[in-house]
């Protein structure tokens, strides 16, 4: 299984944004929703061998964490309007209250904390960082089966986060030369899996 974690250092758990502007009234959510259908969604389907975290903490009081299952996932269009949608009416769902993930509708989760709620559901996986300026993915030998990528948002990766993913083994790897957008990040980091998984 490959799985995607995309860490919104300015998102807000909330459901409280507008459809209408997402970008100015969520903490860059249409970041993090982009994110998400460049790694779950193909043409006409979903991957059903791609788990998505994306870790919401522009509110420190309260991060919290949604999951998507490409295993169980269903109705899942692919426009950034709908898949917001479906993200405000998971917001608007009480997680557990203890930290763990609860299933709030088919293939989607939630838990109240950020990406340390993610670390031991990777304990099995191989650890990524796509960063800037890192070892080049082209040149780099690559799980393509039980592995994790962790990014960025528009702002970049918090500094603890990254430490912490050293610690676990995590090893940097860039997907070209230009600091590009996370969605576009998780894009060719799929399409090498793809390449290296049918070859
Ligand atoms: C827009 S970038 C972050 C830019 C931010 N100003 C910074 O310096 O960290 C968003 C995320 O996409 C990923 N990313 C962007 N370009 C990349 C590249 N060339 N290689 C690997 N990851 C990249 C990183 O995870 C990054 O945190």
Known sequence: VRHFVVIGQRARASPDFLLVDIPSTSGRLDVLI???R???LVSHGVRRDTVVYLSLLGDPERPRTLRFDGPAAKYM?????SLATVVKKVLATAADGGGEFRLVRE???IADG?????????AACALY???EGAPDIRGTSLETENVAFVLGDHVGLPGDVREELIARGARPISVGPLSLHAEDAVTLVANELDRRASS
Do not use: H, Q, S, T
């Open 34 to 36: 982009r994110c998400l």
């Open 77 to 81: 269009r692919p426009d950034e309007r």
């Open 129 to 131: 960082l796509l960063e």
């Open 114 to 122: 950020g990406p340390e709620r993610v670390w031991n559901e990777l």
């Open 38 to 40: 460049a790694a779950l």
């Open 107 to 109: 293939g989607i989760a």
